[in-house]
């Protein structure tokens, strides 16, 4: 990485807290994982716990949303970003004290104790918040950190030529922070139809102000480092952030269409899920147009996860906004249909973004190990775990909602769905799979394997190419 | 670049960063704030005085609710469509769920919809379901809460009280209401050109829940036979579980249900009565209604119980026991069971459930007389034994049997 002919002095990253949370991470993943395989299984089996109340399957439910959102998702973002934050500002995180403190608090005061809580019997009924109010005390105050931590080397730069990924990381950190209360905290104060109206607003903004954007400034910053070409637009990039953080969170009641919440603003959110469609095109449109050439399964593993990732992307906003129509909603709302279209969302849009950024910053850490075939299988085993899991649920989906518009009873629909939940569990195999290559990839082969893969792949450059024009800049300013 | 376009720059990152922040709070009071004093007024225009909230127990029974993830599957929300309101009742008002902290509408229905779901299930069946769900509904895919109880159904720790008494209140505040509450929270709507708001409000869809057992009502009338392969498919999903698959109430579902569920094969029924049950359910006990079934199949399932009966050589009985019999019966029996047998005697109206009808549903001797020796647990008819001797038993065992309208 530091190449002499660099004009400027590559910016420490602390790969230590890269690795940390890389590795957190998947270790979280593998459990979360497990908790969704079990739920699934007691779908089938539904005596499967016997009597233990750990392990029924409501606490189980609970426990993998949350870490899949906050022990995988949360720990990868915070990898990537210790990679991206010194790479996009030239300049050090705050602090490797606070870092370790963050660490420490996400996973050992938020995600572990989360979790047992939960399988205890302590949690509350509300859906991306399922931890105890005692734990979402300790993720506001993570959110709080990972500000400090991440967001001043971007303001001590100055503002000027800030790249995508730099306003989705900011956006994301902040605009998470002020939404997490919105589904956490105020409908224990605002109780029915008005609680389940903030509530309908924190289950999209999960998606839409933590996870999309720091999934997408893990695309826009993967993708030029990795094609070493600057990316197509910077203008439609700058479109595409504004549009997303104007329209994500006017979605929030499509959640609850056909319901008491007024009539205006489930049109409202209706129509704002209708142009964030149009949206996402725009992101999307200039994400492909930036790795035109690259095929579309590049060879790099990093960019291939990411690519894939834009695509998925694509067809789950598509979706959601075909879904949220009321035609559609009527039929396909509360069936396997919306299981299939969140799966596609975190497991395969937010999963592959993740999962390349892992692999990216990985290959740049030069005392890690890396082990290119693992990875491999890992992209394929996920890539057809996802389809197979995402077209069965969808196709369950039109099935129960065919069933609850016709006069048969309750349980035919329950009948028709075991089936393909049996495929479901089955889809479990390749993506737990997946996940175990995963680990492997960034835990066996030999260390430094990744700078090789990549010089055999894309060759080795520095990586202050992410942001062409950065680099200037910031030879400018010292 | 030049100094005047950083300023420009500087300055428009600015605008951005203050733009974002408007963009999130306009999301805020848009879909939170603004619906939310929509919400508000609505609850209290068209709220009934003073709703009844939750007991102690009942509260403590929402809290397991939300700890085990019953939302995560049955959602508490009837929307304004007409398929949810065929299942599941009318759509839910605002000011129903004026105590939900937090609210529990949930966003999946693997299980029905429990928004309506107080008084359409009885407090037995409850605890039998969630002891063994499957015992009593095959192929439920719902988790046992079996750590709720002391080792049987009939032993509930406080929780499964708890959580039977929390359920029981879904839907209370509107039915308690009445037609009054249903009318004020009509005018106070004042929405007559609002076709879906008027959806809420058809007086006769509030518990329309096809489940939901009705101590009086009509009931189609059956085709005298069915497709018996049908029925028999039927039989077999809904009703083997509590009453056997011969019919002789011994599925595993009989435990904890109290009473214990008829035994078809001890009965010979009128297709009439037959129809009558499965359209109603039998108010009181644990036979849900299933209105949602056709007619047809009604009545394949009433072809399917009507053979599990095995027909018995009819002794002809002395004239002195047939007048002991109805003498029995008319000092102590008709108050209730009706003069005629038909299960409408004066006293009805006091009883928590109808008195069987004997018109419509033939014991054998051997039932007859079980029910009389040993009461049946869980209604209110009593053991006789102490005060009727043997011969009197007898006597009224055969007599009641007299009753029936469907012999051939």
């Known amino acids: 990485m530091n190449e002499s002919a660099n004009p400027v002095a590559a910016p420490a990253v602390e790969t230590r807290l890269v690795y940390a949370h890389g590795l957190a991470a998947i270790l979280t993943l593998l459990i979360s994982v497990t908790f969704g395989i079990l739920a699934s299984l007691e779908l089938l089996v539904p005596d499967l716990a016997g009597n233990s109340a750990w392990l029924s399957w409501g606490r189980l439910r609970y426990d993998h949303t949350q870490g899949i959102m906050l022990g995988w998702l949360g720990n990868a973002f915070f990898a990537f970003l210790y990679h991206a934050v010194p790479l996009l500002t030239g300049r050090p995180v705050t602090s490797v004290r606070l870092g370790q403190w963050l660490f420490g608090l996400w996973n050992f005061a938020v995600v572990v104790p989360g979790w047992v809580l939960v399988l205890a019997g302590f949690s509350q009924p509300l859906e991306w918040a399922e931890f105890p109010l005692v734990i979402d005390a300790f993720v506001v105050l993570a959110l709080v950190l990972a500000i400090i931590q991440f967001l001043p080397p971007f303001f001590w730069r100055g503002l000027e030529d800030l790249y995508v990924s730099s306003w989705y990381i900011i956006g994301a950190l902040v605009f998470t922070l002020l939404a997490y209360p919105m589904g956490n905290f105020v409908p224990e104060l605002v109780p029915g139809a008005r609680g389940a109206a903030f509530s309908g607003l924190w289950i999209h903004d999960a998606v839409g102000l933590f996870v999309t954007p720091l999934a997408l400034a893990i695309i826009y910053f993967v993708i030029p480092a990795a094609t070493r070409r600057p990316i197509f637009s910077h203008f439609l990039s700058m479109l595409g952030f504004w549009l997303l953080f104007f329209l994500y969170p006017l979605n929030g009641t499509h959640h609850y269409v056909f319901s008491v919440i007024p009539m205006n603003a489930q049109i409202g959110a209706i129509t704002a899920s209708a142009l964030l469609g149009v949206d996402v095109i725009i992101v999307v449109a200039n994400l492909l147009l930036s790795l035109r050439g690259s095929g579309v399964f590049p060879r790099d593993v990093a960019l291939r996860f990411v690519s894939m990732s834009t695509i998925f992307y694509l067809v789950v906003s598509i979706q959601g906004s075909v879904q949220a129509q009321m035609a559609v909603n009527q039929a396909i709302h509360f069936s396997d249909w919306v299981i299939g279209h969140s799966h596609l969302a975190m497991l395969g849009f937010a999963t592959f973004a993740a999962g390349g950024g892992l692999a990216h910053v990985w290959q740049r850490i030069p005392w890690a190990r890396y082990n290119a075939t693992a990875l491999e299988w890992s992209y394929w085993l996920l890539f057809a775990g996802v389809i197979l899991m995402v077209t069965d649920l969808t196709i369950v989906g039109l099935v129960e909602a065919r069933l609850w518009q016709s006069a048969a009873p309750w349980l035919e629909s329950v009948r028709a769905a075991r089936p393909y939940w049996l495929v479901r569990t089955g889809s479990a195999i390749p993506i737990a799979a997946g996940f175990i290559a995963l680990l492997a990839g960034l835990t066996t082969g030999p260390r430094g394997a990744g700078l090789q893969s990549v010089e055999e792949t894309i060759g080795l450059k520095p990586v202050l190419e992410i942001a062409p024009r950065l680099a200037a800049t910031v030879s400018e300013a010292s | ?408």
């Open chain 2, 1 to 408: 670049m030049s100094r005047d376009a950083r300023r420009f720059l500087r300055m428009s990152y600015l605008v951005a960063s203050v733009g974002g922040v408007l963009f999130f709070a306009m999301s805020v009071a848009l879909l939170g704030i603004w619906p939310g004093r929509v919400l508000e007024d609505e609850t209290r225009s068209m709220s009934p005085a003073h709703p009844l909230g939750l007991t102690v127990s009942e509260q403590r029974g929402r809290i397991i609710y939300g700890r085990e993830g019953c939302a995560y599957c049955h959602t508490q929300q009837v929307r304004y469509l007409h398929a949810d309101m065929a299942r599941f009742g009318a759509p839910t008002l605002a000011w129903e769920t004026r105590f939900d902290y937090p609210h529990l509408w949930g966003t999946r229905r693997i299980g029905p919809d429990l928004a309506r779901e107080g008084g359409t299930h009885s407090e037995d069946w409850h605890f039998a379901h969630l002891f063994a769900p499957r015992n009593l509904v095959p192929d439920s895919v719902m988790p046992a809460y079996a750590t709720l109880f002391d080792g049987s159904p009939d032993r509930p720790r406080q929780g499964a009280r708890d959580l039977v008494s929390y359920l029981d209140t879904l839907g209370r505040a509107r039915e308690l209401a009445g037609p009054e509450g249903e009318a004020h929270a009509r005018a106070a709507c004042n929405c007559p050109n609002d076709e879906m708001a008027q959806m809420a409000f058809h007086a006769a869809a509030l518990n329309v829940n096809p489940a939901r057992t009705r101590r009086q009502g009509t009931s189609p009338k059956l085709p005298a036979a069915g497709d018996l392969v049908r029925g028999q498919q039927l039989y077999a999903h809904n009703c083997a579980s509590c009453h056997g698959v011969r019919g002789e109430a011994d599925g595993p579902g009989t435990a904890g249900l109290h009473p214990r569920p008829a035994n078809l094969a001890g009965h010979e029924y009128t297709v009439d009565r037959l129809g009558y049950v499965l359209w109603n359910g039998v108010a009181g006990t644990a036979m849900q209604a299933w209105r949602d079934l056709p007619a047809e199949d009604l009545a394949s399932l009433a072809q399917v119980v009507r053979g599990f009966h095995v027909a018995q050589q009819e002794p002809t009985l002395p004239a002195n026991i047939v007048d002991l019999g109805a003498h029995v019966y008319t000092v102590n029996c008709a108050q209730c069971h009706g003069e005629h047998g038909a299960g409408d005697g004066s006293a009805v109206a006091e009883l928590s459930m109808t008195p069987a009808d004997f018109r419509g549903a033939r014991p054998s001797v051997a039932e007859s007389l079980r029910a009389l020796r040993n009461g049946v647990e869980g209604t209110p008819m009593a053991p006789w034994t102490g005060r009727l001797s043997e011969a009197e038993l007898s006597a009224v065992a055969y007599y009641v049997r007299g009753f029936f309208q469907g012999a051939q």
